[in-house]
């Protein structure tokens, strides 16, 4: 059984790169250009509609959350404001970071800027740590951004439904940059030009997390950290949802999106707070597809796919078995079968990947 | 010593899109404008490499098609990160239909 090293520094990234898995070609379904550039076609539209919505809804609840509090009829409503705040600004960071959810780049920027500091990643380490995560998805010891490594650690996944790790992390990142140091795994991967503007958010962030910690304190209250910094936590579990769904339980170390991410069909409300990222396999191959096309992206490209799981159910009553057997045996994983109308999988990458 | 190479018809292109070009090993990206003026880049994002023939082109910048980095075509400035390089440009010229690049 192979031992994994996840770190950026570590042996099986300098291994991914000598094999030539780090910055490799992957595979994609053919789709002639005339389509391809009708589905990349860029718009501000659905994104304002969204963006407008997303914002009301989250002024309405917390304002009705302010008026009804310290009762606990105000629950409901922050735990909808929450849901906003922690998860649905998980879509809008990555969308806005990709630059793909509106036509005007100022608003992108603007709205993932807010995103970033909703969920406590730095808007400048995580641009790059998500362009790591495209160019070497789930390949070991190179994409910072795997969630379910091997062996699977439950505690930490069950614990992020409410941000425990991944939030603290965050914060703790923040104030170590905003001490003006830049961390060795973060500069693997952040151009030394970039590096200083990382610390220069992280110095803002805390001024503005003292401002409302002052104001709590001032209050007597934990009103003020209800609307700004707790959401975090108590909303996380929405995006840790449908985040686990995206590779969990498939292969690494292959370059066939098919092999390492999931298409799942899920509710339309989780579809709007979660920006159609559901359609995952669609999203990694054709990473220039604005959110909202990528439902008709996965009816040009499906006969290509695996089968998508029809429900969140269905996902996870596939990946909690693979996750369990895991802990034991961690070169398992799962190779869903693709339909007769799909070319096949790269065999020589079958070939090289550890048995069932 | 730069030369004129013949790269393609000027029909090949359709307006606000590109297509790759490979010549003596070097690949470039030969763009239509949206006001039918042709342009020339390197071929490959100045990222990692990936070619830019799968991109977007939105009036006058070229986007990768792998992390979304974007250029000014027309003078190969990056205005997005992850590029942080600009691209080469090369000189173009139209003549009997069909679009030269200096190289």
């Known amino acids: 059984m192979t031992t994994r090293d996840y770190s950026m520094t570590g042996e099986d990234g300098r291994r991914a790169v000598e094999v030539g898995l780090a910055a490799a070609q992957w595979y994609h379904t053919d789709i002639p250009r005339k389509d391809m550039k009708e589905l990349m076609k860029r718009s501000d539209g659905p994104a304002i509609r969204d963006t407008v919505i997303l914002f009301a809804c989250m002024i309405g609840f917390a304002a009705i959350g302010i008026a009804l509090w310290p009762s606990w009829w105000s629950a409901p409503f922050w735990l909808a404001y929450g849901v906003l705040y922690g998860s649905a600004m998980d879509s809008r960071w990555h969308e806005c970071g990709h630059g793909t959810a509106f036509r005007t780049r100022a608003y992108n920027d603007w709205l993932y800027q807010i995103a970033s500091f909703c969920m406590v990643r730095n808007p400048v380490t995580w641009r790059w740590s998500h362009a790591r995560h495209h160019t070497d998805t789930i390949i070991v010891g190179r994409d910072p951004e795997i969630v379910a490594m091997r062996p699977p650690a439950l505690f930490r996944i069950v614990m992020n439904f409410f941000g425990i790790f991944d939030a603290w992390n965050g914060w703790a990142r923040m104030l170590y940059n905003a001490s003006g140091r830049i961390h060795p795994e973060e500069a693997s991967y952040i151009p030394d030009h970039e590096q200083p503007k990382v610390i220069r958010v992280a110095r803002i962030w805390v001024a503005i997390y003292a401002g409302v910690i002052a104001l709590a304190v001032g209050m007597g209250s934990i009103l003020p950290l209800m609307a700004i910094g707790l959401p975090r936590l108590y909303g996380a579990w929405h995006h840790v949802l449908t985040g686990v769904m995206q590779h969990a339980g498939l292969a690494e170390n292959v370059t066939d999106h098919r092999l390492n991410s999931r298409t799942v069909y899920i509710n339309p409300v989780s579809r709007f707070i979660y920006w159609n990222m559901n359609y995952h396999v669609e999203h990694h191959m054709f990473p220039m597809v604005p959110y909202h096309r990528l439902p008709a992206l996965h009816a040009a490209i499906k006969h290509d796919l695996p089968a998508p799981n029809r429900s969140i159910r269905e996902a996870y009553a596939e990946i909690i078995p693979v996750l369990r057997r895991q802990l034991a045996y961690e070169d398992y994983f799962l190779t869903r079968d693709l339909p007769a109308t799909a070319k096949p999988y790269r065999e020589e990458f079958h070939a090289a990947m550890p048995a069932e | ?103």
């Open chain 2, 1 to 103: 010593m730069s030369q004129w190479i013949d790269a393609c018809g000027a029909d090949e292109i359709d307006e606000e899109d590109l297509i790759r070009f490979d010549h003596k090993g070097r690949t470039f990206a030969i763009y239509h404008s949206p006001d039918g003026e042709f342009f020339c880049t390197d071929g490959l994002c100045t990222h990692e490499q990936v070619h830019l023939e799968d991109g977007l082109v939105m009036e006058y910048e070229i986007e990768c098609p792998k992390h979304n980095a974007t250029f000014d075509y027309r003078t190969g400035e990056a205005l997005r990160a992850p590029a942080c390089v600009n691209l080469n440009t090369y000189k173009v010229k139209v003549e009997g239909g069909r679009v030269w690049i200096e190289i």
